[in-house]
């Protein structure tokens, strides 16, 4: 799946995800309408709402990019309707060929993880059959509980040819508050002076090793990848280098602020090795001034739009980076 | 909800919760050949088979112990099905008075984290509406985004009068990886001499501050808890310091290595502060040699008979405690 996406990438010239967080008051008006018609202010026309929004973005957009990112809590608010159209969502997508990467942020003990992985990677056993639930491509890992939480994930991937991203600097404000936090490293006895690396590079420098265990059989980039802020370029760039083999899933471009020029850093001179998530910022394009020309009823065709402007973006800072 | 489960750890005299982790190894062959016979070996009938399970074993345990923590993940493997069965089996703890702590170990950036706050402790807008998804008492969190990741859930837990418990230290194997690195502490540069405190207590100390924010109107404990692992007694203690007021979740008693002697240390001198799990040592007690005169059809009174062993083994290490 590594390989299918690096591909994709390279076809599309588009190191884009497209974030599928369908917050209601991105829906457009005549959307939620028909919906809450049908189902009434429920979950069930909360679901429906962000079902036939996501449709209509997935339609627009499907030839330009290749991947979608959905974030499972903008459905999982809305209970187990949120959760049908979340696995419609996931089921549509790759109908349409993209790579769906789930963000589901989960990571627990390992016999929980195990849980987490065969449900959204795998197939989870019933009897003497083997049944798949979500089936998501790839999904994002929180390594906080350290290895046990993360090799059952490793696991799944290999048997099932899936991936990862484990969050390594989160693109958020208050990131740093742990994660960039001075850790002692091991030599640091040996130096007699105490020498100090972030939290974020001890991660990053794991999920190097976690990597190098799972390489595709041919290809440059593991399965294994790192999700790296936007917001944070300087960051971006040490963990370039610390994780060269390393696919890196770097949100927060666009509405979180990070701009095409901060993220020559995060890509490889062969040009590959980082997918850019935006979410709002396409899939509400319609909402801002510059596409505004477009209305709430051409919401679809202002995030292709959006889509191209911002493969522009990426390219043009690609194209003059010293 | 704090001063509910305080009430109710005083009232049974048994501060455990029990988790509801059901893993298909664990359900009992009768119930299984049941739930396959109507629905196949399939999603549906992997979700039927536990739920009849957690059903046996709340009906044999609720007048024992003040809460349960189903384990999200183990019915998210099941899809759809799976959380169909988890809401469930929430609504019918809830039925019988249980405190419900839904182990979900969530936690993302701001926007995201709201989302997930609001499916399960709030109620999310819907048009003009206010709808209630999966509506557990408390949740666990994942602290590794920082304050913007557990905001969220402190919020909604004001408005709505719940609580969360923030993951400190865990009881997995691993969990040193990342949680035991020593960490430069602010005033290293002051002293001339760089001090280093482990990650867990740079947590745990930020839980206490949070936890001070997040006070009931009456009551020692705060709505901000803590999970600590049973596995760390040593950690746990010093812990226990750091969080003066807050309620200690203790996984990993039982199947995991934990002793009761081990607990001692999580609890305030006023024999409160924490709250043990116990999962398949409870859930699974029929398959221990010591509970096989029980049988698979005496599952649930198993369930029952490893409750009141555990309430013996907690209450005469709190009396032997020096």
């Given at each position: 799946?590594?390989?299918?996406?690096?591909?994709?990438?390279?076809?599309?010239?588009?190191?884009?995800?497209?974030?599928?967080?369908?917050?209601?008051?991105?829906?457009?008006?005549?959307?939620?309408?028909?919906?809450?018609?049908?189902?009434g202010?429920?979950?069930?026309?909360?679901?429906?709402?962000?079902?036939?929004?996501?449709?209509?973005?997935?339609?627009?957009?499907?030839?330009?990019?290749?991947?979608?990112?959905?974030?499972?809590?903008?459905?999982?608010?809305?209970?187990?309707?949120?959760?049908?159209?979340?696995?419609?969502?996931?089921?549509?997508?790759?109908?349409?060929?993209?790579?769906?990467?789930?963000?589901?942020?989960?990571?627990?003990?390992?016999?929980?993880?195990?849980?987490?992985?065969?449900?959204?990677?795998?197939r989870?056993?019933?009897?003497?059959?083997?049944?798949?639930?979500?089936?998501?491509?790839?999904?994002?890992?929180?390594?906080?509980?350290?290895?046990?939480?993360?090799?059952?994930?490793?696991?799944?991937?290999?048997?099932?040819?899936?991936?990862?991203?484990?969050?390594?600097?989160?693109?958020?404000?208050?990131?740093?508050?742990?994660?960039?936090?001075?850790?002692?490293?091991?030599?640091?006895s040996?130096?007699?002076?105490?020498?100090?690396?972030?939290?974020?590079?001890?991660?990053?420098?794991?999920?190097?090793?976690?990597?190098?265990?799972?390489?595709?059989?041919?290809?440059?980039?593991?399965?294994?990848?790192?999700?790296?802020?936007?917001?944070?370029?300087?960051q971006?760039?040490?963990?370039r280098?610390?994780?060269?083999?390393t696919?890196?899933?770097?949100?927060?471009?666009?509405?979180?602020?990070?701009?095409?020029?901060?993220?020559?850093?995060?890509?490889?001179?062969?040009?590959?090795?980082?997918?850019?998530?935006?979410?709002?910022?396409?899939?509400?394009?319609?909402?801002?001034?510059?596409?505004?020309?477009?209305?709430?009823?051409?919401?679809?065709?202002?995030?292709?739009?959006?889509?191209?402007?911002?493969?522009?973006?990426?390219?043009?800072?690609?194209?003059?980076?010293?």
């Open positions: 799946m590594i390989n299918k996406l690096i591909a994709k990438i390279q076809k599309t010239k588009a190191p884009i995800v497209v974030g599928l967080d369908p917050m209601m008051k991105f829906v457009p008006e005549q959307i939620r309408r028909a919906a809450f018609a049908e189902y202010e429920t979950l069930e026309g909360a679901a429906e709402a962000i079902w036939q929004y996501n449709k209509g973005i997935v339609d627009a957009i499907c030839d330009l990019v290749p991947a979608v990112k959905p974030q499972i809590a903008m459905y999982e608010q809305f209970g187990i309707p949120g959760l049908i159209a979340f696995q419609k969502t996931v089921n549509y997508c790759k109908e349409k060929d993209l790579v769906v990467i789930g963000d589901i942020k989960r990571g627990d003990i390992g016999s929980t993880s195990e849980a987490y992985a065969v449900g959204h990677l795998g989870v056993q019933v009897g003497s059959s083997l049944c798949t639930a979500f089936d998501e491509d790839f999904v994002t890992v929180n390594p906080y509980l350290g290895s046990d939480g993360v090799r059952p994930f490793m696991n799944i991937c290999k048997e099932e040819h899936k991936g990862i991203f484990v969050l390594v600097k989160t693109s958020n404000p208050s990131s740093g508050e742990l994660q960039d936090r001075l850790v002692r490293t091991e030599d640091s040996a130096s007699g002076e105490a020498e100090a690396r972030p939290v974020y590079e001890i991660v990053g420098s794991q999920v190097a090793v976690w990597g190098a265990e799972c390489m595709p059989e041919s290809g440059d980039y593991s399965y294994v990848g790192a999700v790296v802020g936007a917001t944070y370029p300087e971006g760039k040490i963990l280098k610390i994780m060269p083999r696919l890196i899933l770097v949100p927060g471009y666009g509405a979180q602020g990070g701009k095409g020029a901060d993220l020559v850093h995060f890509f490889n001179e062969d040009g590959l090795g980082a997918i850019i998530n935006s979410s709002r910022g396409i899939i509400a394009a319609y909402q801002q001034e510059k596409y505004a020309r477009f209305g709430e009823v051409g919401y679809a065709e202002a995030a292709r739009e959006a889509v191209l402007e911002m493969r522009r973006d990426i390219a043009s800072a690609l194209e003059n980076r010293v």
